[in-house]
T-cell receptor
Framework: DAGVIQSPRHEVTEMGQEVTLRCKPISGHDYLFWYRQTMMRGLELLIYFNNNVPIDDSGMPEDRFSAKMPNASFSTLKIQPSEPRDSAVYFC?????????????FGPGTRLLVL | SQQGEEDPQALSIQEGENATMNCSYKTSINNLQWYRQNSGRGLVHLILIRSNEREKHSGRLRVTLDTSKKSSSLLITASRAADTASYFCATDTGGGADGLTFGKGTHLIIQP
């Protein structure tokens, strides 16, 4: 298995631009999580899905952030408009409830810089 | 707010020594997990300990959990240069695969 795949790996954009981050979870996993990591705040859970349905989006910082999961193999996190304080590393993770294990498998992350 | 808080924030030891990292949390948990993050990489799961367990081993890793003190420790024995990384504890407060709450991590440096 290729693991969790994220794209792009690096993104540099200007303030006000729309940013779309993409994630492909591990095949067969029914949970998908989006996290954000910064030096100041550490790792924060933004939103997670179960069977493509958003379960908890209380971590989404504001309305500029939105996430979708149109099918079991793809999710997007969109920021519109982007701001410099959105600069961070964004991680996608997936897990399977079927095994009874709560281990989450993380992608390599997308490093976002908003100028 | 962070559920888990690791201590120390940074730790530097000589290769071959043991490294101990601690984690404290605030609310009741279902399980506690430890993850490792190498520089510029994603997190890798190391070990999971459930709330009804007190100690768990995996290779050179030993994890303890004290639910009465709301604390956990991760011991890495016979450290190697490749163990240099940041280590995070993460708490799962609900049933099933809920989102984890991470601490800010301990940055471990193993000096050759």
């Amino acid at each position: 298995d290729a693991g969790v795949i994220q794209s792009p790996r690096h993104e540099v954009t200007e303030m006000g631009q729309e940013v779309t981050l993409r994630c492909k979870p591990i095949s067969g996993h029914d949970y998908l999580f989006w996290y954000r990591q910064t030096m100041m705040r550490g790792l924060e859970l933004l939103i997670y899905f179960n069977n493509n349905v958003p379960i908890d989006d209380s971590g989404m910082p504001e309305d500029r952030f939105s996430a979708k999961m149109p099918n079991a193999s793809f999710s997007t996190l969109k920021i519109q408009p982007s701001e410099p304080r959105d600069s961070a590393v964004y991680f996608c993770a997936s897990s399977s409830s079927g095994t009874g294990e709560e281990t989450q498998y993380f992608g390599p992350g997308t490093r976002l810089l908003v100028l | 707010s962070q559920q888990g808080e690791e201590d120390p924030q940074a730790l530097s030891i000589q290769e071959g020594e043991n490294a101990t990292m601690n984690c404290s949390y605030k609310t009741s948990i279902n399980n506690l997990q430890w993850y490792r993050q190498n520089s510029g990489r994603g997190l890798v799961h190391l070990i999971l300990i459930r709330s009804n367990e007190r100690e768990k081993h995996s290779g050179r890793l030993r994890v303890t959990l004290d639910t009465s003190k709301k604390s956990s420790s991760l011991l890495i024995t016979a450290s190697r240069a490749a163990d240099t990384a940041s280590y995070f504890c993460a708490t799962d407060t609900g049933g099933g695969a809920d989102g984890l709450t991470f601490g800010k991590g301990t940055h471990l440096i193993i000096q050759p």
